[in-house]
């Protein structure tokens, strides 16, 4: 995609192509300051499925640095790029209106407000499958909206379709004050369970707020002590031995790994999830993991449960978009409280 420095005249901008502002990405590295930076490129077009968003707000979140890394080296094989990055940024949540719609879109119109999953959506403009996109809750601003498509889908399909959680269930969340653990909080107290949070010291309060009946604070305590058992323990972002994680559960209890760091360029962490998958047949414990579905459906399952008032997005931090290789350092150093959101 040709790009136009922000420095040469609009008019000569305007000329060729209608243009707009946006995060450019040459190539893959794991630094934000290094690969990404701010020009003015041209404007996308809706074509068949797809839906041109004017984008109000974008989330930031450990899924962005991995696109924007291109690590581990399998995330390249999604669809990303295999030897540099197939799109110009590697934002994808979004919240905004309705720009245009292509030949095949039906049901949305332009104006309309919508949130959910795109493709480059650090910029002014991005385009997005009608598939992957709601109607905005009613009760929540773009930058709130920005911060819940993938964390949130990611939060619902581990504690509904995965841990299976019902009603009266024990559920342990570790990684309970990041992007999808505090989402799966939240929807898990919404059916019915016991939840248990653990966290760092400094997150202690921010857990207790979302809901969570009792918080372990990871510094201090030891997360499976041996004494307290759980039916559903959903592990996000964690690094923890199988042998550790199954002590804490029931006999029958399920683990969820939500997702994984460290682990080098080609696993990433995903051997532990690969083990617990081998492992899972010849116990009673159920160990499972998987891939986020982006879905419509399952977006208009998270707007009813955040216009019920049972979930409500928190947001650390919000950036302009010139400031997005900031915003993608600030996440990725772990202090993280939420989301992080960027304005555009």
């Known amino acids: 995609?040709?790009?136009?420095?922000?420095?040469?005249?609009?008019?000569?901008?305007?000329?060729?192509?209608?243009?707009?502002?946006?995060?450019?990405?040459?190539?893959?590295?794991?630094?934000?300051?290094?690969?990404?930076?701010?020009?003015?490129?041209?404007?996308?077009?809706?074509?068949?499925?797809?839906?041109?968003?004017r984008v109000k707000a974008t989330g930031v979140g450990r899924d962005t640095w991995h696109v924007m890394a291109g690590l581990p080296y399998p995330i390249r094989l999604a669809g990303f790029g295999l030897r540099r990055p197939k799109y110009p940024n590697p934002g994808r949540n979004l919240a905004g209106t309705v720009e245009a719609v292509g030949s095949d879109v039906t049901g949305l119109e332009p104006?309309?407000?919508?949130?959910?999953?795109?493709?480059?959506?650090?910029?002014?403009?991005?385009?997005?499958?009608?598939?992957?996109?709601?109607?905005?809750?009613?009760?929540?601003?773009?930058?709130?909206?920005?911060?819940?498509?993938?964390?949130?889908?990611?939060?619902?399909?581990?504690?509904?379709?995965?841990?299976?959680?019902?009603?009266?269930?024990?559920?342990?969340?570790?990684?309970?004050?990041?992007?999808?653990?505090?989402?799966?909080?939240?929807?898990?107290?919404?059916?019915?369970?016991?939840?248990?949070?653990?966290c760092s010291t400094a997150k202690v309060d921010m857990v207790e707020a979302l809901g969570a009946d009792h918080v372990i604070d990871y510094t201090k305590d030891d997360v499976t002590d041996g004494e307290h058992r759980?039916?559903?323990?959903?592990?996000?972002?964690?690094?923890?031995?199988?042998?550790?994680?199954?002590?804490?559960?029931?006999?029958?209890?399920?683990?969820?790994?939500?997702?994984?760091e460290g682990g080098g360029r080609w696993l990433g962490g995903s051997d532990r999830q690969l083990r617990a998958l081998m492992l899972s047949p010849f116990v009673g414990q159920k160990l499972t993991t998987f891939v986020c579905s982006e879905n419509e459906k399952d977006l208009f399952g998270l707007t009813a449960l955040i216009e019920g008032g049972k979930v409500t997005p928190v947001i650390d931090r919000t950036y302009q978009l010139s400031e997005a290789a900031a915003a993608i350092r600030y996440m990725q150093e772990g202090n993280t409280r939420g989301k992080v959101v960027i304005n555009v």
Do not use: W
């Open 1 to 53: 995609m040709k790009t136009t420095q922000l420095d040469q005249p609009r008019d000569t901008v305007a000329a060729a192509v209608e243009a707009m502002k946006s995060i450019v990405q040459d190539a893959y590295g794991p630094s934000p300051e290094d690969v990404l930076r701010l020009e003015e490129i041209e404007k996308p077009v809706a074509r068949g499925d797809q839906v041109l968003v």
């Open 111 to 198: 104006g309309e407000e919508v949130f959910g999953i795109g493709n480059a959506s650090l910029a002014e403009y991005a385009c997005a499958p009608a598939a992957k996109l709601a109607p905005k809750p009613t009760n929540l601003s773009f930058e709130e909206a920005a911060a819940v498509p993938v964390s949130g889908l990611t939060a619902l399909q581990a504690v509904r379709d995965h841990g299976h959680v019902q009603a009266g269930h024990k559920v342990m969340v570790i990684g309970a004050s990041g992007g999808v653990g505090s989402f799966a909080v939240q929807i898990a107290k919404a059916f019915g369970a016991e939840v248990t949070g653990v």
């Open 230 to 260: 759980y039916d559903v323990i959903l592990d996000i972002g964690g690094n923890r031995r199988l042998s550790h994680l199954r002590s804490g559960l029931t006999a029958r209890g399920t683990l969820a790994i939500v997702g994984g």
